[in-house]
């Protein structure tokens, strides 16, 4: 076995109530590394078409990758996949903390749970020994309130009410989020509240002297380079953002909004801010502390609101209170909710309120009408709470009319907070990724404002406005994210580091000696798993499309007033460099040449 793997993982049946190790095989990891490439390749061999999301008959697959456990910079992550409820199609989260070096140290690359237990049970995994415990006494708590005394992932209220888009929280009051896809919901539906963790192993590095000279010398580079996350967190930026037209305003009906100032990553600096916190092994510290000691929202106390959830819940609802986003932000913590889903299914109950579609719910700015639709969805109270907690897809349908058109969601899952008609990559890689909608799955635009790379033949940045090249950029930028996201490796280091130093760390840890076109061969091997999980569900160039409010209503004013991305030719550009046929399916000679003959 490579070093960098413990070389096992855990298959956890809760039906059954039982629990087995099983070996890894190296050359399923030199495939698929790791993370969410090599459970993937699990949940494509162990699913089928009619597989059902909350049904005891979907896996729920953790993994970590080489990386973690290392002293390879912001490495400590782990992933969770599963079928998604929410979009019914490949589920995939991501998450930091401290948990997936745990796991690791514990003597585990993965956990597959599989079944429904008769009763809520967690799982305490210490040094290579698991057992099941009950929970019955722990079912209803919050995931402040719950406390194992270990690391732990665990689901909130919204888990076990099956929302839709209900997050595995870990890290307690620090608030770290697999928040995407619904997959708190799948935990809740097998009836499992926590997985506890303590490990004391050590991850074996194949050439430490070689690692080591790599970080002496790009360490304090990554942290010039990543000093305004330190500073100011990933919201420290949310102003400069809408004044390009970044920024989602108004459920994407608006233009600019100068309130983004008040809720804004320097201005949580200036007033509640306490501490900042960092993911295991990370030298940049993006994590905010807040604590609000006195007026209406007195209480709140841990982890601050991020960008997205200070877009989500702030500009997209038009809540200019920065201390209401902070008790909305803990409100979602505490519950197990995705806070970027959250945040839309809320401003879409604000338009649909506006237009006489619901009868009640907040209006545009209600910071206290937001938090009580957030305590109904969170519980499933009431028609309202259960329509919501569904999410704006199912809810739009349910209503029907107008509600269609401005239910912004690809593939069900709501939109991320970055706009793309102010950067045409996010355009086709939201169409395209395989979760839905999504930003991180191919991280396209901070290089179309001022990061460069090189390795993939951009040098320079590219225009954010250029039409041509960017299927290609964005199909090998999710090829590179896929790496990412099987090493277990935060994308905020491409901040500090291009590909090469990460391909230098992977050889490090691994001593596999690969070079950049078989490393990048193994994003697109993975990438196209993916889409070949979601092919055989239906999924077609039918389903890559974006909300008709971002192809043809310009925002008007601001920093991109009058841009509309021409989707329809950049996907076409998309499909021919994927070598994916003119319906956007992997043809037999693309999956040939990546080996997956068998898909």
């Not at 983004?260 to 306490?274: D, K, R």
Request: aromatic share 8%.
């Amino acid at each position: 076995m490579a070093d960098g793997y413990c070389g096992r993982i855990l298959r956890v049946d809760l039906t059954r109530g039982s629990i087995e190790e099983e070996a890894l095989n190296e050359g399923l990891l030199k495939r698929y590394i790791g993370g969410s490439g090599l459970a993937a390749r699990f949940l494509y061999d162990e699913t089928t078409s009619q597989t059902n999301p909350l049904g005891p008959d979907n896996p729920l697959v953790f993994m970590v990758g080489p990386l973690v456990g290392t002293r390879v910079p912001s490495s400590n992550r782990f992933a969770v996949c599963a079928r998604s409820p929410l979009t019914g199609l490949w589920g995939e989260a991501d998450c930091g903390g401290r948990w997936g070096g745990e796991l690791k140290r514990a003597g585990y690359d993965g956990i597959i749970i599989s079944g429904q237990a008769t009763h809520p049970v967690y799982l305490w995994v210490e040094d290579g020994e698991a057992e099941l415990r009950d929970a019955r006494r722990l079912w209803g708590l919050d995931t402040y309130e719950l406390d194992l005394d270990a690391e732990m992932v665990c689901i909130g209220p919204a888990g076990e009410r099956l929302v839709r888009y209900a997050a595995i929280m870990s890290g307690g009051r620090h608030g770290r989020a697999a928040g995407r896809c619904g997959l708190g919901a799948v935990m809740g539906s097998k009836r499992l509240k926590a997985i506890a963790v303590r490990g004391t192993g050590r991850v074996n590095v194949h050439d430490e002297e070689g690692l080591t000279r790599s970080l002496r010398k790009l360490l304090p580079q990554i942290k010039e380079r990543t000093a305004a996350l330190s500073q100011y967190g990933t919201a420290g930026g949310l102003a400069t953002y809408e004044r390009l037209g970044n920024l989602p305003l108004k459920n994407w009906r608006q233009g600019s909004w100068p309130q983004a100032e008040a809720i804004s990553g320097v201005q949580m600096a200036e007033t509640i801010l306490t501490d900042t916190y960092a993911c295991g092994g990370c030298p940049i510290g993006c994590g905010r502390v807040v604590e609000i000691k006195e007026g209406p929202y007195a209480g709140v106390k841990g982890a601050g609101p991020e960008y997205e959830t200070c877009a989500a819940m702030g500009a997209l609802c038009l809540i200019d209170d920065l201390e209401a986003i902070a008790k909305l932000n803990e409100l979602c913590n505490r519950y197990g909710l995705d806070t970027i889903s959250a945040g839309g299914v809320i401003a879409f109950a604000m338009e649909a309120q506006e237009r006489g579609l619901l009868d009640e719910g907040p209006e545009w700015g209600d910071a206290q009408g937001a938090i009580e639709l957030l305590h109904k969805i969170a519980r499933r109270e009431g028609e309202l709470g259960w329509l919501l907690g569904e999410g704006v897809r199912r809810a739009a349908e349910n209503l029907g009319g107008q509600a269609l058109d401005f239910a912004m969601h690809v593939k069900g899952l709501e939109l991320p907070m970055h706009d793309p008609r102010a950067y045409f990559s996010l355009a086709v890689g939201y169409a395209t990724s395989n979760r839905g909608a999504c930003h991180m799955q191919a991280f396209t635009h901070p290089f179309e404002r001022f990061l460069t790379m090189p390795e993939l033949g951009y040098p320079e940045v590219l225009p954010r406005d250029q039409v041509e090249g960017k299927g290609e950029m964005v199909a090998k930028f999710q090829n590179l994210m896929a790496l990412l996201d099987s090493l277990k490796l935060c994308k905020f280091m491409l901040v500090g580091v291009t590909l090469t130093p990460i391909l230098t760390w992977f050889n490090c840890v691994t001593g596999w000696d690969l070079d950049q076109d078989e490393f990048l061969r193994i994003g697109e091997r993975i990438f196209n798993l993916k889409r070949m999980f979601n092919v055989r569900l239906g999924v077609s160039r039918k389903d890559d499309w974006l909300p008709l409010r971002i192809l043809v209503h310009r925002r008007g004013e601001g920093g991109a007033p009058d841009t509309l991305p021409p989707l329809g030719r950049m996907l076409a550009d998309y499909y021919r460099y994927r070598g994916w046929d003119e319906e956007g399916i992997p043809t037999p000679e693309k999956l040939t040449e990546l080996g997956l003959t068998d898909l």
